[in-house]
């Protein structure tokens, strides 16, 4: 089944268009529990890894009482193939990026690590995969399939301060006439996102690239949920909108499949953003994490 996020419930441009410049493409990935196989492109789900290529570990001792007991190995997080998210910035001669992480704090987060590959080379792949024990469920995802859709994001946090400024009291008159915010409501989407801004829940931190100075550009967004209290309204997809009463109406665990289908929880409802230097020949990466 397709997912689809309502139409915005007003003409954001016409409105405020200074925000029109600023405006990006993004593809919201919708994750739900599903079974998807390693020629998938999922959340959680299994990876198309060469049997011939060692699985990545992380050599830190995270607390175990035997330090150098062993690497801990790392944990399937996204893999999205070309043919489902071209617009991610595959270099040449890849069609797949691969997702993984330790899930173990690393400074409050699971440490993310990630590989770009040509699924042509990937014969003979794994069929199973070591498991790390111990770890944090919140940083274990549920195998999830996708339903990637494009919508348009404009900025809230990465609004220049001009601007947002400038722009205060239209909107406080908007929000008061309509119901309608716009930091809420009508900017940035929620979340699983290639592309677009990172859905911040605090002041932007955008990494420079290491190697050439440059800042680097977004590339996913991993949150706890596809919405919360404040911005349901807006984000949760027509297919999810329950034929009586809201969402929030709904049994726990029928929303939780909902709302947080991967069971993913990084602080309180926080998100892990990924960024990447599309300058570099050896694409290197960076990430950053806040929380409410």
Not at 9 to 24: G, H, I, N, T
Request: net charge negative.
């Amino acid at each position: 089944m397709t997912r689809t996020t309502p139409p915005r419930p007003l003409d954001v441009e016409m409105l405020f268009p200074e925000v029109a410049a600023y405006r990006k493409d993004t593809v919201r990935l919708h994750p739900r529990a599903g079974d998807p196989g390693p020629r998938e492109s999922s959340l959680g789900g299994p990876l198309l890894w060469p049997r011939a290529l060692d699985w990545p570990h992380c050599d830190d001792d995270h607390g175990r009482s035997t330090p150098g007991a062993g690497a801990m190995p790392l944990v399937p997080v996204l893999q999205l193939f070309a043919t489902d998210v071209p617009e991610l910035p595959f270099p040449s001669g890849t069609d797949v990026l691969q997702v993984l992480w330790c899930p173990f704090e690393h400074g409050y987060i699971p440490q993310p690590k990630l590989y770009w590959r040509d699924s042509s080379t990937c014969g003979g792949e794994l069929t199973a995969y070591p498991q790390p024990e111990g770890a944090e469920e919140d940083y274990l995802p549920d195998p999830c399939v996708l339903h990637p859709e494009r919508v348009v994001d404009y900025p809230s946090w990465d609004l220049p301060d001009e601007i947002a400024e400038a722009l205060a009291e239209r909107f406080d008159r908007v929000e008061k006439e309509t119901g309608w915010s716009y930091w809420q409501h009508l900017s940035v989407a929620d979340g699983v996102k290639a592309g677009g801004y990172p859905t911040w829940t605090q002041e932007p931190d955008w990494p420079d690239c290491a190697t050439c100075g440059r800042r680097m550009d977004h590339l996913l967004t991993v949150n706890s949920a596809e919405f919360d209290g404040a911005s349901w309204r807006a984000w949760l997809p027509v297919e999810d909108t329950p034929e009586t009463g809201t969402v929030w109406d709904l049994p726990y665990d029928d929303r939780r499949l909902i709302q947080s289908p991967p069971g993913l929880m990084f602080g309180d409802m926080g998100g892990i953003y990924l960024f990447t230097c599309p300058h570099c020949p050896d694409r290197p990466y960076s990430h950053r994490f806040d929380c409410s």
